[in-house]
């Protein structure tokens, strides 16, 4: 499997004993696959084959002797291309499925997780077509897709090897008007930022066409300009791939935009909002979460956030933008959170699918925004609450009440330095939170990350 983003597959995890018990796995070699599973943000059956500790065609196998469901080769198959009207790009990525043939109302379809009923269940219901699933390898199901899908539907793959002289304007040598010169030109311009280091894009109309400005830390500039005639298809083009309505501009919109960089899989969050220049529009890529260690965490840090995880209070990362406050994060609730513990977070972008926490995505549209999500999170019984950010005196004594119920609280917070840190909590409004903190993580750079107890960040506060 060659993309990182997290889909379960029940149909392994319900068999995953039976693999032992058919002694095609040792039980330290599960139980190693469950660690690595779990560090790394993919399902069961990628941490099996990745590790080489089976391989693919003895796992499919498998699956098709005890689900008794056929396997089917796709590398040899021919695909009816009229069947994929039934299942969308975005579907069909979703649940890792791709429409094979129609015989009598029946559409057989490959599946890497045939016993995902929800999927077929969705598919039966919107279509009205009965589901015969067959078992396919993921990876050929995920590289059929991208072959046989229209690539309108989403962003093409990007490949930044031998790229040192790439830059995204070199493309620019007509104003064609037609989708795929504008897909081109976006996959172009995420490509140069993803070469630059770029984490956050702003398109901004100025005289002559629209700015194309990558930010790093504090400073934003220029790398070019997008044409006049290429700035209302460009936009409509990010918006729609974004899942935003590029008909509206009147209004704030947030969406969120995914693409594949070298066979990684990154997700985007695309802001668009008006003013009197017209829309603006800024994106903001967030990579996969990694492991503590490979972030630079040592285990006298590690042990620090699994102990600050096991009591009330308020763990606070910190650091300027762009530092990786939210990647680390991640990093922690991906990792360090016990089974037996029931995490939920709120958040205004999903980034990446987390294994066994209930993640929920604010949306204004639908009057699901923070406020509401205050007054009814805890009768959802949580121990652990992510939530981005607080914009709210409200919301800030809200949150800080959590901790006196035995919550603990996971957020993040804006300060290029310790100083500022220290000017910014000495405002009366935060003198409750300051006191429920039991710890901070502070990233200086991201090969300095320092963390303090609530007694230390007492000391150096007071």
Known sequence: MELNQAVDN???EKLQYDLVRDNLLQFEDLERAREIAQVQNINLGQALINSGLI???V????????LHIPYVDLETFQIDKKCLQFISYNEAYKYRILPLFEIEGTLTVAMSDPLNLFAIDNIIERTGKL???VVSSEKCILKKINEHYDIKDKVQDINT??????HWIDILHKDSLSEERIQELLGAILKYAIKESAHELYFDRVEGGLSVNFKHHTNSNSTGII??????PFISKIKTLAGLDPFVTEIPQLGKLVFNVDDIELTASVSAFPTIAGERVSLKIYHPPKSLNKLGFDMDKIDALKNALDKPGVILVCGSSL???????YSILSELIKENKIVMTLESIIKYKLKNIYQCELNENVGFNLDKAMRFIEFQSPDIVYFEGISTKEGLDFFTSLTIKN??????????????LRHKFSYNEFQMFKSVISCLVFIHSRENVEIFDSEALMKYLS
């Open 407 to 420: 919550k603990t609280l996971i957020t993040e917070f804006l300060a290029d330095n310790m100083d500022d």
């Open 161 to 166: 090897q031998n790229s040192e002289d790439y």
């Open 55 to 57: 391989k693919e065609d």
């Open 10 to 12: 029940k149909s392994i």
């Open 227 to 232: 044409p006049e005639l290429l700035i209302n």
């Open 59 to 66: 796992l499919l196998k498998f699956l098709e002797n005890k």
């Open 323 to 329: 530092s990786g406050k939210t990647h680390i994060i």
């Open 131 to 133: 589901i015969e699933p």
